[in-house]
């Protein structure tokens, strides 16, 4: 399958007329796209007529619409290009296997940070793997991937055949006019994407099409219960120490628990970081698969593109290889931390050597301990499943990785292939079970149990070696498979094929870790965010939970950002003592917008040196107001007996189109009001009026 800008292609008869265009992002021309529907209406003005400049972006045409998903995550509605008109828009079609379009999501998130108040990513899921296509697995991934834009499910392919997409990545940038401008397919946007939407945003400013509205949206994670584990990754069992490694990776650390389920230390704070130091100090992005040698633990630091050593004796943490920096390029290697990495998510150590599933650039890299060098060990970087020598040989995004102590055997998930790996001058790769060397290798999958090639498994992540057999996470299918590697036979061991949480029968979802020790096995269960035990000879599966694990503490919110509106002077208040301020408010929005149904209207209350006049409870500290149609009440406990003194009120609330759209904007107010607490007051509300961008 051949590889182009770091994408992956799929097969599609649709013929794109840009295509042959050399550039990676190819702009838009009339007969790119065939006609189709689009959210232009026909009444609205040509806005080249109204253009006071030659617009940057010529060519362009209407975008075709978003209708034909089948379900909307990370907004209360499906949204239209008509609510978006006014912001750039830039849909990410992408699918939750893949690693490239794994690597795209920071710098989306670098440009949603920057261009906050003028773009708006939008997600169109166009799955590969028929288990890719399920509605509450999209969902898992959005919340593993930590997504904060609307993203669609586009399980039929209407949306993808409207902008005929071929390719994971594929991103599309829309004007604030609703017009298509061009694409890009492949990794590495960050800064190419960064100069066109900057070039937009200047041009449409000052052409006064642009909307700098902040949109907010209704965030799948707002719905989630904290919990001991956060999509767990990977295992390791050190039966010798009586421990096992959990990599807690949605929550950017590594638990050491005993065989029996005793908390023995947690490494990490838990925070997206990379720091070294202490285990309360340290820090790592989403971990993977560790080691054991000795006393040192070594960890795939994934999203990191590092690999950390972990000093179990010294309980500290610290940096191997890797410069924090994901590799763009084909490297062969180089000094440890002078070579940058790329998602590197298993590791396994054989005869004094660290071998490395790097998934990012389908390769195996290998460290010899006590060496200076990291360096490719295994695969062209092609993304196939072809075998051959070592050097020539192409692997699919490896994700796991196991030894019998003599050969090695990984996962390529994105081939869906169980492959060995023979070590020397003369080593090679070898497939076990799946597919390879035949046309669309990446695309052949299911769940068929057989014998060497007539076996499809569906995106296996993890795998382990354990007296004589193969234990492998078949994650697509929900099942953990067992293969002989001498027979190369394959056949399901432990889940039913459906996702779920029953231990009778066992069910799984998504499972991605295995380790062993002695009879039993231990299962990462990925989605259900816990690990199970399993017997080895009776298959039999029973939870296993850490003793006094808790969830990380929470990420303490950044300082008040300096874009707070300016406070808006009221007129002087007299309260009763032991009475409420009262605030009635009243909203003034724009024609066809309402108050947010499903958003709260928030609002804290700050007051300097005057901090006695507030109740403790709602000094600066967000609360929710009672909340109608267009109007909402404040009540504003007040403490002292009498006094005087100024605090301010800072309103946030967000505000949608009326009917069924999901973008909804978001909009702040403040007020500064002056409070006389005194038995001579007479009781009254204070009546204010909020309107976006008002005072």
Not at 141 to 149: D, F, M, S, V, W
């Amino acid at each position: 399958m051949p590889r182009m800008h770091d994408a992956e292609h799929r097969p599609t008869a649709w013929n794109v007329t840009a295509w042959a265009l050399p550039a990676a992002f190819l702009f838009a021309i009339a007969a790119a796209l065939p006609a189709q529907d689009s959210d232009d209406s026909p009444a609205d003005p040509d806005p080249a007529e109204a253009e006071t400049k030659e617009n940057p972006f010529p060519g362009r045409f209407p975008a075709p619409s978003l209708d034909g998903g089948t379900e909307w995550f990370n907004t209360s509605a499906p949204i239209s290009l008509r609510e978006l008109r006014g912001k750039v828009v830039v849909l990410d079609f992408w699918t939750y296997c893949c690693i490239n379009c794994i690597h795209v999501l920071p710098d989306l998130k670098y440009l949603e940070k920057k261009y906050a108040d003028q773009l708006v990513v939008i997600g169109v899921h166009a799955a590969k793997f028929d288990n890719e296509k399920d509605s509450e697995n999209i969902r898992n991934a959005i919340l593993r991937y930590e997504i904060e834009h609307p993203v669609v499910n586009d399980a039929n392919d209407v949306i993808a055949a409207k902008y005929q997409f071929r390719a994971w990545p594929q991103l599309v940038i829309i004007d604030p006019e609703g017009k298509y401008v061009g694409y890009h397919t492949g990794e590495g946007i960050r800064d190419f994407f960064d100069s066109v939407i900057g070039k937009m945003v200047d041009y449409h400013r000052e052409k006064g099409t642009l909307d700098e509205t902040p949109v907010r949206f209704d965030l799948e994670r707002d719905d989630v219960q904290p919990g001991p584990l956060r999509y767990p990754g990977k295992l390791l069992a050190d039966e010798a120490g009586g421990r096992l490694f959990i990599s807690d990776s949605n929550h950017n650390r590594i638990v050491v628990s005993s065989m029996d389920g005793k908390l023995l230390d947690v490494i990490g704070t838990g925070a997206i970081g990379a720091d070294d130091g202490p285990y309360d100090e340290a820090t790592f992005d989403h971990p993977q698969g560790m080691e054991l040698v000795g006393e040192t633990l070594y960890v795939a630091d994934t999203e990191n593109h590092l690999i950390r050593t972990i000093d179990l004796q010294q309980r500290t943490v610290a940096t191997l290889a890797g410069t924090g920096v994901q590799s763009r390029r084909r490297l062969l290697g180089g000094p440890l931390r002078q070579t940058a990495l790329n998602s590197p998510w298993a590791l396994r150590h054989l005869n004094g050597v660290l071998y490395i599933a790097m998934a990012g650039p389908h390769q195996l890299w290998k460290h010899e301990l006590g060496g200076e060098t990291v360096e490719v060990f295994a695969g062209t970087g092609a993304e196939d499943i072809v075998d051959g020598p070592l050097e020539l040989s192409a692997l699919a995004q490896p994700s796991g990785i196991t030894t019998d102590g003599e050969v090695l055997y990984h996962v390529d998930s994105e081939g869906s292939a169980v492959r060995k790996v023979t070590l020397g001058d003369d080593g090679e790769v070898t497939t076990i079970v799946g597919p390879h060397d035949v046309p669309r290798a990446l695309f052949e999958f299911g769940d068929v149990d057989g014998v060497g090639d007539e076996v499809r498994l569906q995106h296996p992540i993890g795998l382990v070696y354990h007296d004589g057999f193969i234990y492998v996470a078949d994650t697509y299918n929900h099942r953990i498979k067992r293969v002989d590697p001498e027979t190369r036979t394959c056949e399901a061991w432990l889940g039913t094929g459906e996702s779920g949480a029953s231990l009778e029968p066992t069910q799984l979802f998504e499972p991605s870790g295995l380790a062993a020790a002695g009879d039993t096995l231990f299962i990462a269960d990925t989605n259900n965010h816990r690990i199970l035990a399993a017997d080895i000879e009776t298959a039999a599966a029973r939870e296993f939970t850490v003793e006094g694990l808790e969830p990380p503490a929470p990420v303490k919110p950044s300082p008040r950002e300096s874009s707070e509106p300016d406070a808006v002077e009221v007129a002087a208040r007299q309260v009763k003592p032991g009475e409420a301020l009262r605030f009635h408010i009243s909203f003034e929005l724009p024609e066809g917008f309402k108050l947010n149904k499903l958003g709260p209207v928030g609002y804290t209350v700050r007051a300097g040196e005057d901090q006695q006049l507030v109740a403790v409870d709602h000094l600066d500290a967000r609360n929710e107001a009672e909340k109608g149609e267009m109007e909402a009440t404040i009540d504003v406990p007040l403490a002292a007996a009498e006094g005087k003194g100024t605090f301010e009120l800072l309103l946030t609330y967000t505000y949608c189109r009326e009917g069924t759209g999901g973008v909804c904007r978001f909009a702040q107010q403040k007020w500064s009001i002056p409070v006389e607490v005194t038995p001579d007051a007479a009781a009254e509300e204070v009546k204010l009026t909020a309107s976006p961008g008002g005072e």
